[in-house]
C-alpha cells in the first residue's frame, strides 16, 4: 500500500492505528475490506506481497486445481477494484 497524496498517507497512518486496536486474532494487526473501504482515498494498493490476500489464496486453494484459484483470486481482484478503482495494481 502507497501513499498518492497527504490524504493518503492520513489515511494509512489511521489504518495502521486503528489496524493495532481491539481484539486481534493473536493481537496481530489487522485491516479489514470495511476500514479499506472507510479510508481508501489517496492510496495506491498492489497484490505483490506474498503474504497477502492473493498469495494466501494461491496457497489455500492450490490443491483444488488452479481453474478454482483463478476463481477465488477473481473475486478478491473485484472487491479491490470497487474500492480503489484504477488505484489497484495486479
Do not use: W
Request: glycine share 10%; net charge positive.
Amino acid at each position: 500500500m502507497l501513499a498518492q497524496n497527504q490524504k493518503g498517507l492520513n489515511n494509512l497512518f489511521k489504518l495502521i492505528s486503528l489496524s493495532h486496536q481491539g481484539d486481534n486474532f493473536y493481537r496481530f494487526p489487522r485491516i479489514d475490506l470495511e476500514m479499506l473501504k472507510k479510508y481508501n482515498e489517496g492510496l495506491i494498493v498492489s497484490t505483490a506481497c506474498l503474504g497477502g490476500l492473493f498469495g494466501g489464496t494461491f496457497f489455500e486453494y492450490y490443491d483444488q486445481g488452479i481453474d478454482i484459484v483463478r476463481s477465488e483470486m477473481k473475486k478478491i481482484a473485484k472487491q479491490f477494484i470497487d474500492i480503489f478503482g484504477d488505484r489497484f495494481y495486479r
